[in-house]
């Protein structure tokens, strides 16, 4: 469903800055299915220690990987076998040995697994001389990345301290990256760096400044090429300190942002060493990604006895791509209680990546000694709270529920990579007016909830969020991070296509979605799936088609609980497809799984729209050839909701075709001694996206 979208990238009339570019290898690993891949960038500096990191769920048997190593100035790769074992966690040191000739330096990791379906957490974690560490996340793309346009903030505290600026280009072409730097005062004009395919470079935050004395803001990435190609990283360190940051970069979501409310939550953020001894400094700092003011409510959660204290920090409206520094030690006098770690929401009328917040702890010598991970939540009508073993019980008001209904619990907590979650059903008291539940009962080590997933021991607070059958509340086990593990699912983003992207024009057909109650019982599903309008990148040969559904009830939120996914089969029995090459590009791994089912685990039936995007990646291969003639695909979109037969699959459309044709151009005349063309259709639209592959030896002979 969300396969290598791409939209172009304007990047005319901007100075291009002279930057250290060797050239470019092509991937030495065996990759298994694309889905399987992951990428990012790390600075690596002199008498430092580097370790890669892994946690994996559901791992049955030992996993085989390989990571790719490439330095920033284009020599060859450096190629790491890996072997996940059954308890799916691995830390693996990286020797200087093992690094590409150049480094220290820049370094861009590609992570390739011989399962498609493994998507772990990863993360390289560099340990300096200082014993200082920084994790650089390894991931499949941000999520909200729809206009490839990464942002993250960054912070100066004095001119002493100097930002880098890394980028590493995992695509098979070379990609043009804006830089643009953002302050409180005045935004610089947009610098370009070309970065060649599998390279990386680096660039100095300041040298792109406007305003020399600018203590914080933020900085916009723009780059051309496939999506997710760039991975981008920000390094903030101070020479003769331990002071070592990296801020978290998130991809705005939409051109057009949304009415709906966002909640930011960080589980655990460390403020002291012990209630007596504070002795730490923990910041937030906050960019807005979008050309609209944001007015933000940022929520403090912690113990106080045996309730939980919960305070509105002061935050001031985020102006159109502004930035905010929190100084989050003034916790210690608002609050009552003396925390060492608290639970924190950001909360925002908008889309999930429309804001970007890293959160983090210095101690005396500025050194971080913690980096709050987060994920993003829409509120709904979910009540939120805060956990921690020792305070035990929770005071709850009664959600819009029946007393003596299933009332769902569900953990966020900070694991060891990143933020994860365990829920448990518990059952609403008779008064239907307020409830009070042992936490600490509910959420017990070693039991396995709902998602068979374990709370590990060790774990004693966290973000609590309770949500109830039969409300408009969001479902809990829908938690969005910015960064993707896996195959990155732009559709959760329900973005919109890049206004510079070639149009075809756009459908003012739009079938009347039926809004009268046509629920079975209590139970209501979507329905009227039709398609919204669509657009073709005629250069790489990427068809764009966005989708809207209702529900039965006409209220979306009544179908919280349906997924909706898309099949699709090609014109084969086995499980794994290849397209024929040549033409088509060459496949080195299994092939496409035959059928396709994604995204994973389905698109929440609240959402209520979907971008599909149909790619063809890789380059095509000469002799071209008109066989073996149009391929097929049929594809149906579907839903699942748990009151229609045990959650089984209904279709909400199809069959629709997807046409693949590699053909002959009869006179082309912008392609002169060559007339070689993809084309792509979608029969429910008539869409079609077209690539000219240009010059080529004719066979009109069987494929071998």
Not at 53 to 79: D, K, N, Q
Not at 218 to 225: A, I
Not at 510 to 537: K, R
Not at 575 to 584: D, E, G, L, V, W
Request: proline share 7%; hydrophobic share 35%; charged share 15%.
């Amino acid at each position: 469903m969300t396969r290598h979208m791409s939209c172009l990238v304007t990047l005319c009339a901007v100075p291009f800055l002279t930057v250290g570019v060797g050239r470019a290898y092509a991937a030495v690993s065996t990759h298994a299915e694309v889905s399987s891949r992951a990428g990012g960038v790390a600075i690596y500096e002199s008498g430092s220690k580097m370790e890669l990191r892994i946690e994996a769920l559901g791992v049955t048997t030992t996993e085989v990987g390989t990571l790719t190593l490439y330095g920033s100035t284009g020599t060859a790769p450096s190629v790491i076998p890996i072997e996940l074992p059954q308890t799916g966690v691995l830390t693996l040191p990286i020797s200087m040995a093992q690094l590409p000739a150049g480094s220290p330096g820049v370094l861009g990791f590609e992570m390739a697994w011989s399962d498609p379906d493994l998507h772990p957490q990863m993360v390289a974690r560099l340990t300096r001389p200082d014993s200082s560490t920084t994790d650089y996340p390894i991931h499949a793309g941000y999520r909200f990345d729809s206009q490839r346009t990464l942002y993250t903030s960054w912070w100066l505290p004095d001119k002493t301290t100097q930002g880098t600026i890394a980028l590493f280009n995992s695509g098979d072409t070379a990609s043009t990256v804006a830089l643009e730097v953002v302050s409180a005062t005045r935004s610089s004009s947009p610098v370009a760096v070309v970065v060649q395919p599998k390279a990386s470079v680096s660039v100095s935050l300041r040298s792109l400044m406007s305003d020399e004395d600018a203590s914080y803001g933020s900085l916009r990435v723009r780059y051309s090429g496939a999506l997710h190609s760039i991975y981008p990283q920000l390094l903030l360190t101070k020479r003769g300190t331990p002071f070592a940051l990296s801020t978290t970069f998130s991809g705005a979501s939409s051109a057009v942002s949304r009415s709906t409310q966002t909640v930011w939550g960080f589980p655990s953020v460390l403020l002291a060493r012990s209630a007596s001894n504070p002795g730490l400094h923990s910041f937030a700092i906050i960019a807005n990604g979008t050309e609209k003011s944001v007015a933000l409510t940022c929520t403090v959660y912690a113990r106080n006895a045996r309730e939980v204290e919960r305070s509105v920090i002061p935050t001031p409206v985020l102006q159109a791509r502004g930035t905010a520094l929190i100084d989050l030690s003034q916790l210690h006098t608002m609050l009552a209680s003396e925390p060492t770690r608290v639970g924190l929401t950001m909360e925002y009328v908008g889309s999930p990546g429309d804001l970007e917040a890293t959160v983090f702890t210095l101690d005396d010598s500025g050194m971080v000694v913690a980096k709050a991970s987060g994920f993003i939540l829409p509120a709904g009508e979910s009540n939120t709270s805060y956990w921690d073993s020792a305070s035990g019980y929770v005071v709850r008001h009664a959600l819009q529920s029946a007393p003596g209904s299933t009332t769902r619990a569900t953990l966020f907590y900070q694991g060891a990579l990143a933020v994860k979650t365990y829920s448990r059903d518990i059952q609403r008291g008779s008064n239907g007016q307020v409830d009070v539940w042992d936490l600490s009962q509910i959420f017990r080590h070693g039991v396995a909830d709902a998602l068979q997933q374990v709370l590990p021991a060790g774990v004693d607070s966290g973000l609590v969020a309770v949500t109830s059958p039969g409300t408009s509340a969001f479902p809990i086990t829908e938690a969005l991070f910015s960064e993707c593990s896996g195959l990155c699912d732009n559709a959760r983003s329900s973005s919109l296509v890049a206004d510079n992207v070639a149009q075809q024009p756009s459908f003012t057909s739009t079938p009347t979605i039926d809004v009268a109650p046509l629920c079975v019982g209590n139970c209501c599903t979507p329905n009227n799936l039709h398609y919204t309008g669509g657009a073709a990148d005629n250069t790489a040969g990427i068809l764009y088609v966005y989708y809207a559904w209702g529900s039965t009830s006409g209220n979306l939120a009544d179908i919280s609980s349906c997924r909706v996914s898309e099949l699709v089969s090609y014109q084969s029995q086995a499980a794994y497809y290849k397209f024929p090459s040549p033409p088509y590009p060459v496949t080195t791994n299994k092939g496409l799984r035959n059928p396709t089912i994604e995204p994973p685990g389905g698109i929440a039936g609240w959402r209520g729209e979907m971008e599909d995007v149909h790619s063809t990646p890789g380059n095509f291969v000469r002799p071209y050839s008109s066989n073996p003639g149009p391929i097929t695909a049929t594809q149906y979109y579907r839903y699942s909701c748990p009151c229609v037969s045990g959650g089984a699959y209904q279709n909400l459309t199809g069959a629709i075709s997807l046409v693949r044709n590699v053909h002959t151009i009869p006179s082309h005349p912008q392609l002169p001694g060559g007339d070689w063309q993809f084309v792509i259709t979608k029969s429910d639209s008539g869409y079609s996206a077209t690539r000219n592959l240009g010059a080529g030896t004719i066979s009109n002979g069987p494929i071998q």
